[in-house]
């Protein structure tokens, strides 16, 4: 089984849908992130959180939010969705112990909002 | 914004060839990454090098890195039609803090 695991991999949705995207891993890490890649744009920080009571906002996070369920699950949601959140959604994962800086992605979610 | 700026944005190289790709950022750095990914796939990390270290090796992958320059150059060598695919350098700025800025990446065909 894979270590990072995101739920839809795939979404359809209308402008104005609330949807939440799942991201569970099984590495034992304290840190999670969600990132999106839009074409030519690479990725971009959405939200962090490394622990379960610690959230923390990215460089793109309006009209985002997220949940810190329990150390392995991070969810995120898009409140009010819009077609320009079109985008392919990755959650990641790291080990907070120094020297362990390496990021574990899971497949992603391709995610189109008409 | 993005911190790394990869060039060239796309290399096509017959198979054998060696592949080079370069990395820039614009500020202080605790260590760059450069992660593979295959079309439309999760992030794979290849590599790690720290801002006190010059160059790494792992198998055919080489990494330089130049702080007074802030570049860092990846090299594959001999290489496969398997490593077909989009290469990144991400950044990490602060101990303690260790958020990854990741570049716009150059997609690498390699021809058979």
């Known amino acids: 089984d894979a270590d990072v695991t995101q739920t839809p991999r795939n979404r359809i949705t209308k402008t104005g849908k609330r949807i939440m995207l799942e991201c569970s891993q099984t590495k034992g890490h304290d840190r999670m992130y969600w990132y999106r890649q839009d074409p030519g744009l690479g990725l971009r920080l959405i939200y962090y959180?490394?622990?379960?009571?610690?959230?923390n906002k990215g460089e793109i996070s309006d009209g985002y939010s997220v949940s810190r369920q329990a150390q392995a699950k991070f969810s995120l949601s898009l409140e009010s969705a819009i077609p320009n959140q079109t985008a392919l959604y990755f959650c990641a994962t790291s080990d907070r112990r120094a020297g362990k800086e390496t990021q574990y992605f899971g497949p992603g979610t391709r995610l189109l909002v008409l | 914004s993005q911190q790394g700026e990869e060039d060239p944005q796309a290399l096509s190289i017959q198979e054998g060839e060696n592949a080079t790709m370069n990395c820039s950022y614009k500020t202080s750095i605790n260590n760059l990454q450069w992660y593979r990914q295959n079309s439309g796939r999760g992030l794979v990390h290849l590599i790690l090098i720290r801002s006190n270290e010059r160059e790494k090796h792992s198998g055919r992958l080489r990494v330089t890195l130049d702080t007074s320059k802030k570049s860092s150059s990846l090299l594959i060598t001999a290489s496969r039609a398997a490593d077909t695919a989009s290469y990144f350098c991400a950044t990490g700025s602060n101990f303690g803090n260790e958020k990854l800025t990741f570049g716009t990446g150059t997609r690498l065909t390699i021809i058979p």
């Open positions: 959180s490394f622990d379960v009571k610690d959230i």
